[in-house]
């Protein structure tokens, strides 16, 4: 132990260094936190996009008054894909939720209900069900008796550029919730 001291205290008191040999030694470590800062500011960047693009896609459900239809939200698709700037590779699923409290013909004080629920896109996600959020689930904000909100869920998948420990397919998903802005609830004619 006192031997490396002495040779740690050696190394660090030497002023006789090589510019190569520093350089040999920083420059990969340089390159690897570049690398490293520059793969994880993309991932940050890749999953902003997102959550603002759900934004506009939420935002802009929740003011239609005459209610939509399936054709709406393939083109709620269309439209999140273009502010992502990536197609085909994105999930979309657009729910309208209700929330009921001290209902008589419940076991429970309160209940959620989903009212429509409809998927855009290829992958896992599916239509959520009252089952699965019956009594609340983690990620529904508190909400007023008989109030009804637009949920977006999305799903993308990040491809680095480097091998950094991120894995080949980075899922990234956003929740996104608001109220309807016009009316009590937006109507989808023809979801389930």
């Given amino acids: 132990m006192i031997w490396l001291k002495k040779r740690l205290s050696q190394f660090r008191d030497d002023t006789s260094g ?5 350089t040999l030694i920083i420059i990969p470590i340089l390159f690897c ?22 934004y506009v ?15 709406y939200l393939d083109n709620t698709l269309s439209l999140y894909d273009e502010v992502v700037r990536q197609s085909g590779n994105n999930q979309l699923r657009v729910s309208s939720i209700m929330f009921r409290d001290n209902d008589p013909d419940i076991d429970t004080d309160y209940e959620y209900i989903v009212l429509w629920s409809e998927v855009r896109g290829e992958g896992p996600i599916q239509p959520i069900k009252t ?7 983690d990620f529904i ?9 637009i949920m977006i869920q999305t799903l ?8 950094v ?6 899922p990234i998903d956003t929740h996104v919730f608001t109220s309807p802005r016009f009316v009590a609830q937006v109507n989808c004619s023809d979801c389930s």
């Fill in 18 to 22: 090589n510019v190569t040999v520093e």
């Fill in 33 to 54: 936190a570049v690398t490293l800062t520059w793969e994880f500011f993309e991932l940050h960047r890749f999953k902003s996009v997102r959550e603002k693009a759900s």
């Fill in 57 to 71: 896609v939420v935002d802009m459900i929740s003011r239609e008054q005459n209610g939509i239809d399936t054709i």
């Fill in 131 to 137: 089952s699965e959020i019956k009594d609340g689930a």
């Fill in 141 to 149: 904000p508190s909400m007023a008796d008989q109030s009804t909100l």
């Fill in 156 to 163: 993308s998948h990040y491809q680095p550029a480097f091998k």
């Fill in 165 to 170: 420990g991120l894995g080949a397919n980075v």
